[in-house]
């Protein structure tokens, strides 16, 4: 009856939009960073290694996304935001074991992600975009995918200034980043992939970020309210391409979360393809 009712909380049409929400805010995460030409040259100034990284990030021809999602979400919170106690959905849903993972492929402006919630009843969502439309399969409601034309709203809510280009929303996220009061500390350097890295935090005024998700899930009715927010963002040395994201936040009314993903395999060849016409739903 619980995974029923779970099922039916997320056939909703709005958190239809924030999942897809989510899975953009997990893509423009992920694309934080990259460069034209190697440089050994090293750095101190956080802003400029940031900076640079959001600049190359155009020249990456593609790149994989491996990650990890931790935290809670208070569904009491949620539903007095969305409405959706009626569903009978309450307590603590633990995130615990969640995980990301995709390859994004730059050139042809094609993404595709899988995240997966063990302790959510199994939850996987596998989210491709390709050639102008999304397929989205969530598997405790359907065996095949919803296809729809890509919203790229989502992104452009969320960073102001951005088109659907790679380029748009490497413009979008420095004009966001400038604008929103953030500022980057070179914390010093540590190892990712066996690779050293430069380590940076990141500090964005929570009303700014309360603001975008607003903007990102209209559908709720009240202020989604973070109390507090801090990026970790690791750069690799040698190139100056992103290495790892990790974004944590919380809410004393909604929970919190923690999402970590590292990017590798730059450049390497990826197939993204629609799915098969028999595994799409009629339209």
Known sequence: MLRSRFAHFLSRPGMRALASSVLALTVVSACAGSTASPTRAPLSDPKQILTQSLVNLGQAKSFHVAG??????????????????SLGLSGTLDLKGGTISGDVDVSRQAVHLTVTFPSLFGLTVDLIEVDGYSYTKINLMSDKYTKSKTDVGAIASAVPGASAGVGGVVAGLQQLLDGSGATATLTGHSSVDGKDCYQLNLAIPTDQLNAGLQSLAPSLSGNP????????????????????????????????????ATLTRYDQSVSITAPPADQVEAQ
């Open 225 to 260: 309210g973070l109390d507090s927010a801090s990026a970790g963002y690791w750069v690799y040395g040698d190139t100056l391409r992103p290495a790892q994201v990790e974004l944590k936040a919380s809410s004393t009314s909604l929970g919190n979360v923690d999402v970590t």
């Open 68 to 85: 990890t999602i931790a935290g809670s979400v208070d569904m009491n919170g949620l539903s007095s935001l969305g409405g959706s106690s």
